[in-house]
């Protein structure tokens, strides 16, 4: 397809257990970044992926939370041992950033995790 | 460290009226400037930008936004307001260095009444 495809849709776990979350980003995009967002509230930056340099894991709130990334393709977001805390909406994007120069981000649907 | 600030959780504003939505960044160096909208329902997209150049940037639906570095603003604005633009809006800033991230703010709900 022609833009950023996230998989699972939705999604709903119990406590304790592991989720891994899809992005398949637009073909050339070196950049990609994943987002949490919280019912009704902003976007939190969660990490961001440029080409093959080592990514910015800045914003992952715990050793929970990790993501791969392989080339300047698909990246999966894996949180393991959930908690309800964690219930939101992973949103991936991507962008064909490069060197100094930017791009808008394309986003994804969204992956709506819901903890119980 | 970057960041981005939405003073207002919400704007009301009548159709057909003017529109303004604050942004306020802090940044090293030089910023790259947006605006995204979120409608109910679907995905994020793309308003539109500032790299540099013409303070006054021209986006898509009629939106432009003007940057102020002194004031390190870059506030969303449309001289008139259609119901249609109701929806969330999130300005979002990254440094001109390449291994910058691109961080949002917390978002404004804007609600157009007839």
């Known amino acids: 397809g022609a833009g950023v495809s996230q998989s699972p849709s939705n999604k709903v776990t119990e406590k304790g257990k592991d989720v891994e979350l899809r992005c398949d980003p637009i073909?050339?995009?070196?950049?990609l970044y994943w987002y949490r967002q919280r019912l009704g509230q902003g976007l939190e930056f969660l990490i961001y992926?440029?080409?093959?340099?080592?990514?910015?894991k800045s914003g992952l709130p715990s050793d929970r939370f990790s993501a791969e990334r392989t080339g300047e393709s698909v990246s999966t977001l894996t949180i393991q041992r959930t908690q309800q805390e964690d219930s939101a909406v992973y949103l991936c994007?991507?962008?064909?950033?490069?060197?100094?120069?930017?791009?808008?981000?394309?986003f994804g649907e969204g992956s709506r995790l819901t903890v119980l | 460290a970057q960041s981005v600030a939405q003073p207002e959780d919400q704007v009301n504003v009548a159709e057909g009226n003017p529109l303004t939505v604050k942004c306020t960044y802090s940044?090293?160096?030089?910023?790259?400037l947006f605006w995204y909208v979120q409608y109910p329902n679907r995905g994020l997209q793309f308003l539109l930008k500032?790299?540099?150049?013409?303070?006054l940037v021209k986006g898509s639906y009629g939106f432009e936004a003007e940057f102020n570095k002194s004031q390190t603003s870059f506030h969303l604005k449309k001289p008139s307001a259609l119901v249609s633009d109701s929806a969330l809006y999130f300005c979002?800033?990254?440094?001109?260095?390449?291994?910058?991230?691109?961080?949002f703010g917390s978002g404004t709900r804007l609600s157009i009444r007839p």
């Open positions: 500032y790299i540099t150049g013409d303070n």
């Open positions: 073909s050339g995009h070196t950049a």
């Open positions: 992926f440029q080409g093959n340099s080592a990514p910015d």
């Open positions: 940044v090293s160096g030089n910023p790259y």
């Open positions: 994007a991507s962008s064909p950033q490069r060197g100094g120069n930017t791009g808008e981000l394309f």
């Open positions: 979002a800033v990254r440094s001109y260095s390449s291994a910058s991230k691109i961080i």
